[in-house]
Every structure is written in structure tokens, then in C-alpha cells.
């Protein structure tokens, strides 16, 4: 079985950061582009943006510019999420996912999701 998995959540006071990883199991993620997702209790899904297999970040989301970055470890196969000056209307379920095809964003249909990490920004 072949999944994405999500690591890194807890719990940070406001201002503080994470960085959250994504890796896939048995599989070779440099070669895919990934999207970050987050979702909240009674809130919509809100897509983050994109990495393709480049390194290249596409539709990074107002709410985090400047924030957020979205960057790649090509020798551990890894994508990541790196969160800076955290608030805490960014606690949240965070979600990376692929279609398990493209390398190159936008991903038009996410066919592979990991089962999230929790974080919770809180004084």
C-alpha cells in the first residue's frame, strides 16, 4: 500500500512555528506535485497551494503569504510545510495530497490524501 503520511502538528503558543512533513510510503515523492490542505472544526476546506516536483509553490493562499513556505528535501524525499508567526486562527487539521500522476501544478483531481496532523495554536 502506497499513502501519504503527515508529521510535525502540536501544540505552539501564537507566534511560534512548525514545520510540517509529508512523505510517502514506498514511493518516490520527488517526482510529484503536492498540494497542502487545512480544515477546521464546523469550517470549509482551504487549500494552501501547491509544490510541484521543481520545487515551484503555485496559488499560495492569501490567508498565510508571507507565512507560510512550502519547500522540498530532494535527498529525503520529502515536502514540506514550514508555518511561521503562527495565529491562532490557523489551528487546524493540515492535509497533504497528490493525484499520484502529475509533477507539475495544479493537481485537477486529489486522489491520495495522508490522515493529517493537528495543529493547535494556543497562548
Known amino acids: 500500500q502506497v499513502q501519504l503520511v503527515e508529521s510535525g502538528g502540536g501544540l505552539v503558543q501564537p507566534g511560534g512555528s512548525l514545520r510540517l512533513s509529508c512523505v510517502a510510503s514506498g514511493d518516490n515523492l520527488n517526482l510529484l506535485a503536492i498540494g497542502w490542505f487545512r480544515q477546521a472544526p464546523g469550517k470549509e476546506r482551504e487549500g494552501l497551494g501547491c509544490i510541484s516536483s521543481s520545487g515551484e509553490t503555485t496559488d499560495l493562499a492569501e490567508s498565510v503569504k508571507g507565512r507560510f513556505t512550502m519547500g522540498r528535501d530532494y535527498a529525503k524525499n520529502t515536502v514540506y510545510l514550514q508555518m511561521n508567526s503562527l495565529k491562532p486562527e490557523d489551528s487546524a487539521v493540515y492535509y497533504c495530497?497528490?493525484?499520484?500522476?502529475?509533477?507539475?501544478?495544479?493537481?485537477?483531481?486529489?486522489?491520495?490524501w495522508g490522515p493529517g496532523t493537528q495543529v493547535t495554536v494556543s497562548s
Open positions: 495530497a497528490t493525484d499520484w500522476v502529475v509533477a507539475v501544478c495544479p493537481i485537477d483531481e486529489y486522489d491520495g
